[in-house]
């Protein structure tokens, strides 16, 4: 039995403590606010077997400096922040061409085609599988044109072989009224699932952790590296601590942790926001990405959660106006006809690397510190099965996946 450290409770890092917990090993899980805290609360629950496609979709390049300048685009720029951000924006960028979207498509698709399956698998005999549900992913266009606009998108889902079916916004409605008179198309995405409370299903999962024996240490992590003895160490505001492996799983947060080992991580915060309708009169049947704002709406215990929009403007700055005006209105306009409570607004931070696909691995030959993180978009989707994946590089269990796309050391 090996004692390992996992350093970040959201869903990377509590499935990745509680495969290897069920692998034998001792694992101690530190997280500064607890499980759930981050972006792992806020996402939009979506199990989105095939989100195969980048943000940084062909042509992007063009148009983002147009976006940015529009208040209702759902691109937004914290422009004090920009001079830190042009290396990061300069590389991310040169991925809007077919090549690295197919590269993408090819690396994503083996972590996420399973994840409800997966998901089952990690929650089984727990109170969190009560949380995930089987449903369509669907795609609402308000136009022809909108719809074929995204023509080479669902080109390519349909090369890899994932399964969907276009229908007519009036077909649509037959099975969701909510959305009667709202799109031209809707493309139902099969084979793929939601969680009704993200925050609440992460959370009932480290409790099951934890009721299993492992540990929970809630501490600010300060440092990571390695001790007098050569084992991995953290450092925290509750002192040192040292264990024979460990595993980064701090998302957003990693790059300052790794930069201390001499790994440079072209890593940023794509910020997200989610605006919630609460005790609504009525619900979705499906979990909905509105396609003319990039956000999705999905039905949660309690509320609706319309979650989308990236902004870029570093960990530090809090909640800004502009993309939370932009959602509402968005939102607002959507369900013009639909009673409820009250809002609730959130924002979080999604690890994006410059590829848009996570780090996995191990950081050196030499080191037994390995990293968990840079999911973007997908970080629920991808989480259980991740999970899985470094409990068996960790435990020399073989990994039945080529690693090359994610190794640490790619940049």
Known sequence: M??????????????????????????????KAGPASGTSFGNAGVLAAGAIIPVTTPGLWKKAPFMVFDKDSPLFLRWRYLPRLVPFLSSYLRKCNDQDVSHYAKGMLPLIYDTVQ?????????????????????FGYDSEAGFAADKASWA???????????????DYARTDPLYEGKFHTVVRCK????????????????????????????????????????????????????????????????????EGLGLKVPLESERGYHLELMNPERYPVNPMMVAAGKFAVTPMNG??????????????????????????????????????EGYEEWMGHRPALTDSLPMLGQVAADK????????????????????????????????????????????
């Not at 004692?3 to 997280?31: C, F, K, M, P, Y």
């Not at 979650?307 to 369900?335: N, T």
């Not at 629920?380 to 690693?403: E, Q, S």
Request: proline fraction near 5%.
């Open 156 to 170: 390519l889902r349909e090369d890899f072989g994932l399964e969907f079916v276009a229908e007519s916004g009036e």
């Open 2 to 31: 090996a004692h390992i450290l996992v350093v970040g409770a959201g869903i990377v890092g509590v499935s990745t403590a509680i495969w290897l917990q069920r692998a034998g090993q001792h694992v101690t899980l530190i997280d």
């Open 191 to 258: 084979h793929h699932g939601m969680v009704s409370d993200p925050g609440a299903y992460v959370k009932a999962l480290a409790d099951h952790f934890t009721e299993e024996g492992g540990e929970l240490i809630i501490a600010e992590v300060d440092d990571v590296g390695q001790a007098k003895d050569g084992r991995p160490e953290v450092v925290t505001s509750e002192g040192r601590l040292a264990g024979d492996k460990l595993v980064l799983t701090a998302g957003a947060w990693s790059r300052p942790l790794l």
């Open 118 to 138: 997966q998901h089952r698998s990690l929650a089984e005999g727990t109170p969190a599988q009560a949380y995930i549900k089987y449903a369509d992913y669907c």
């Open 303 to 340: 509320r609706i959660r319309c979650a989308g929009v990236v902004e870029f403007g570093g960990l530090r700055a809090g909640p800004q106006l502009p993309p939370r005006h932009m959602l509402k209105s968005r939102v607002k306009e959507l369900f013009s006809g639909l009673a409820f």
């Open 368 to 411: 037994d510190i390995f990293t968990a993180f840079g999911h973007q978009h997908l970080g629920l989707t991808g989480g259980a099965k991740t999970g899985r994946i470094m409990a068996g590089l960790l435990t020399a269990d073989p990994v039945n996946l080529d690693m090359a796309p994610y190794r640490p050391g790619r940049f």
